[in-house]
């Protein structure tokens, strides 16, 4: 096949996250497993020596979406232990309550029989 016989990006028509998905595999940058997507490193990190200016708008594009995807698994790892944590403290107050009622029954049971006396 000659080289001007191979088609262009653009027209085999690949989805964005394929393509970012195999650069970064190219450029050996570490994968996410959390997310399922790959860390774009330093934010100053290049992917290819020489880009025009296009590339470079759609590079740092990338960049912000993958570092947003990022941002979002954070926040939503840190909700998801803030929640595990406040249904641990709901369990213990609502133990503790349930232990308070009782010992408030005692001494009202106790109170009522000096009464009686």
Not at 15 to 41: D, K, Q, W
Request: include cysteine; proline fraction near 5%; charge should be positive.
């Amino acid at each position: 096949m000659a080289k001007n016989d191979t088609p262009s990006r653009e027209a085999i028509s690949v989805p964005t996250r394929v393509v970012v998905s195999l650069m970064r595999l190219a450029h050996g940058m570490p994968y996410c497993e959390i997310c399922e997507h790959f860390n774009m490193g330093r934010p100053g990190a290049r992917l290819s020596p020489q880009r025009g200016p296009a590339e470079k708008k759609e590079e740092q594009r990338l960049r912000r979406v993958i570092a947003n995807r990022e941002s979002a698994c954070k926040t939503s790892l840190r909700r998801k232990a803030l929640h595990a944590d406040l249904e641990k403290k709901v369990a213990e107050l609502k133990t503790e309550n349930e232990n308070l009622k009782k010992e408030k029954y005692l001494w009202t049971e106790k109170y009522q029989t000096l009464l009686e006396k």
